[in-house]
């Protein structure tokens, strides 16, 4: 693939986030369109690239989707961007257990060269060996260069610099061990809270590769630019209203499920659980992504209409979706170590943060009973990352069987820790908009 680059790193915390969020912002200060995506389910750093690049980013995940499906989906949404960059998840190699899902695979499949981000902060020559080794490890990786990440002077990052050459890797930049490129960390990715703050960072770092990267090497202004697939015609059908919630506390929602809604036939309508009284006038479905409702636990309690209404409209039949903090949101009970706060009561029982345990990996599912999105008995894949207990009371009415119960079910909604990662043409979207219609036919 012609104007793109990877940027991954051995491990996890080596500062891979940083430089390719200031990649992108380098890029786009000299002009250049820019799409980002991020490898893996994460949604935190894709909200990042958005505000970067001025567009939505994009995840790709081999384990979700399937190579013919990563193909597509690049091939959809790189539109006429001139600068395609992606971010890995974990170190390269890590992904399942035969690295058949890994941030090299994607690499490999879309050729893309690597940019490898090196942390010096604990080694110095040994970089370069290790960097040698991901390279060889897999003889089919085309690596652009590496970033010495964290260098403790310019003596530490001339020895690696010169350790690198002799194993016939390309620096492509230096970065400083210095506060002013720190953007700070939370659970598994930046800080969301924090993106207008850490906005100095990535904004300093991308002056600084700027004037050592060779953009218009890895970049070539406008060539090999390739138009994205073009969007569906206008059938003339009314679009279905779907209300989904997106506010602070709810905004764990891809770009590619708001743009499956709308491929379906759907119009998603924004509205807050935080500050609105009531859902939006006229909507025929109801979605409730995840988030961070633990965090707006009392401002939630605080907004009785919204919780109301929503109870009223579920009860009332409204095709609803929750997933993760919406279930937690629908539940009776949210419990934290702050206290326990009522919420929507659409499910009986509670889930809590206190004493939280991480819950996190990929998920093969099946479906015990028919919902708004999936007939019966239908295998799927999806995401867990939580770290919410729950005590719900919805036996035998559990939605998924994931090698013990996950998620609750009515005949209008499906609620489940489970993450999924619908693109437009996605079965269960269409399935899940057609029964919105119907509700309100």
Same mark, same amino acid.
């Given at each position: 693939? =012609?104007?793109?680059?990877? /940027?991954?790193?051995?491990?996890?915390?080596?500062? =891979?986030?940083?430089?390719?969020?200031?990649?992108?912002?380098?890029?786009?200060?000299?002009?250049?369109?820019?799409?980002?995506?991020?490898?893996?389910?994460?949604?935190?750093?894709?909200?990042?690239?958005?505000?970067?690049?001025?567009?939505?980013?994009?995840?790709? $995940?081999?384990?979700? $989707?399937?190579?013919?499906?990563?193909?597509?989906?690049?091939?959809?949404?790189?539109?006429?961007?001139?600068?395609? /960059?992606?971010?890995?998840?974990?170190?390269?190699?890590?992904?399942?257990?035969?690295?058949?899902?890994?941030?090299?695979?994607?690499?490999?499949?879309?050729?893309?060269?690597?940019?490898?981000?090196?942390?010096?902060?604990?080694?110095?020559?040994?970089?370069?060996?290790?960097?040698?080794?991901?390279?060889?490890?897999?003889?089919?990786?085309?690596?652009?260069?590496?970033?010495?990440?964290?260098?403790?002077?310019?003596?530490?990052?001339?020895?690696?610099?010169?350790?690198?050459?002799?194993?016939?890797?390309?620096?492509?930049?230096?970065?400083?061990? $210095?506060?002013?490129?720190?953007?700070?960390?939370?659970?598994?990715?930046?800080?969301?809270?924090? /993106?207008?703050?850490?906005?100095?960072?990535?904004?300093?770092?991308?002056?600084?590769?700027?004037?050592?990267?060779?953009?218009?090497?890895?970049?070539?202004?406008? =060539?090999?630019?390739?138009?994205?697939?073009?969007?569906? $015609?206008?059938?003339?059908?009314?679009?279905?209203?779907?209300?989904?919630?997106?506010?602070?506390?709810?905004?764990?929602?891809?770009?590619?499920?708001?743009?499956?809604?709308?491929?379906?036939?759907?119009?998603?309508?924004?509205?807050?659980?935080?500050?609105?009284?009531?859902?939006?006038?006229?909507?025929?479905?109801?979605?409730?992504?995840?988030?961070?409702?633990?965090?707006?636990?009392?401002?939630?309690?605080?907004?009785?209409?919204?919780?109301?209404?929503?109870?009223?409209?579920?009860?009332?039949?409204?095709?609803?979706?929750?997933?993760?903090?919406?279930?937690?949101?629908?539940?009776?009970?949210? =419990?934290?170590?702050?206290?326990?706060?009522?919420?929507?009561?659409?499910?009986?029982?509670?889930?809590?943060?206190?004493?939280?345990?991480?819950?996190?990996?990929?998920?093969?599912?099946?479906?015990?009973?028919?919902?708004?999105?999936?007939?019966?008995?239908?295998?799927?894949?999806?995401?867990?990352?939580?770290?919410?207990?729950?005590?719900?009371?919805?036996?035998?009415?559990?939605?998924?069987?994931?090698?013990?119960?996950?998620?609750?079910?009515?005949?209008?909604?499906?609620?489940?820790?489970?993450?999924?990662?619908?693109?437009?043409?996605?079965?269960?979207?269409?399935?899940?908009?057609?029964?919105?219609?119907?509700?309100?036919?």
């Amino acid at each position: 693939m =012609k104007s793109a680059v990877l /940027v991954s790193a051995p491990g996890t915390s080596q500062g =891979k986030t940083l430089v390719a969020t200031a990649l992108c912002a380098a890029l786009t200060r000299t002009g250049h369109t820019v799409q980002a995506y991020k490898v893996g389910p994460d949604y935190i750093d894709a909200s990042l690239y958005r505000r970067v690049c001025g567009r939505p980013a994009y995840n790709v $995940d081999l384990w979700l $989707d399937g190579e013919a499906g990563v193909l597509r989906h690049v091939r959809r949404t790189r539109g006429h961007a001139d600068a395609l /960059v992606f971010e890995g998840m974990m170190g390269l190699f890590d992904g399942d257990d035969e690295g058949e899902t890994s941030t090299a695979r994607v690499a490999t499949l879309l050729d893309i060269p690597v940019i490898l981000v090196l942390d010096l902060w604990t080694c110095s020559q040994t970089a370069a060996a290790l960097a040698l080794g991901c390279f060889q490890y897999d003889p089919r990786l085309r690596p652009a260069g590496v970033i010495l990440n964290r260098t403790g002077g310019e003596r530490h990052a001339r020895t690696v610099r010169q350790a690198c050459e002799r194993a016939g890797l390309r620096v492509l930049a230096t970065v400083p061990h $210095d506060p002013a490129f720190n953007a700070g960390e939370r659970q598994l990715g930046l800080d969301p809270a924090a /993106v207008e703050e850490r906005a100095p960072a990535i904004e300093r770092l991308a002056e600084y590769l700027g004037e050592q990267l060779p953009l218009d090497e890895l970049f070539p202004a406008g =060539k090999h630019v390739q138009a994205g697939e073009a969007a569906a $015609d206008d059938c003339g059908v009314p679009p279905v209203p779907i209300a989904f919630a997106h506010d602070d506390a709810f905004w764990f929602t891809y770009a590619e499920s708001h743009e499956a809604l709308r491929a379906a036939g759907a119009q998603p309508v924004a509205f807050s659980p935080l500050h609105d009284r009531t859902l939006p006038a006229g909507v025929r479905g109801l979605w409730i992504g995840g988030g961070y409702p633990e965090l707006h636990a009392q401002a939630l309690e605080a907004n009785p209409a919204m919780r109301h209404a929503i109870a009223d409209a579920v009860r009332s039949g409204l095709p609803t979706y929750a997933e993760c903090g919406g279930l937690m949101y629908l539940a009776e009970r949210l =419990k934290t170590a702050d206290g326990c706060y009522t919420m929507a009561g659409v499910l009986r029982g509670s889930t809590s943060m206190i004493q939280p345990r991480l819950r996190i990996g990929y998920r093969h599912a099946r479906t015990l009973v028919q919902t708004p999105l999936d007939p019966a008995n239908c295998a799927l894949r999806g995401y867990e990352f939580h770290y919410a207990s729950n005590r719900l009371h919805e036996a035998p009415a559990y939605a998924f069987d994931v090698g013990g119960h996950d998620g609750a079910h009515r005949p209008n909604l499906l609620a489940a820790f489970l993450h999924r990662h619908f693109l437009p043409g996605d079965a269960a979207i269409t399935r899940f908009v057609a029964a919105c219609a119907r509700s309100g036919a």
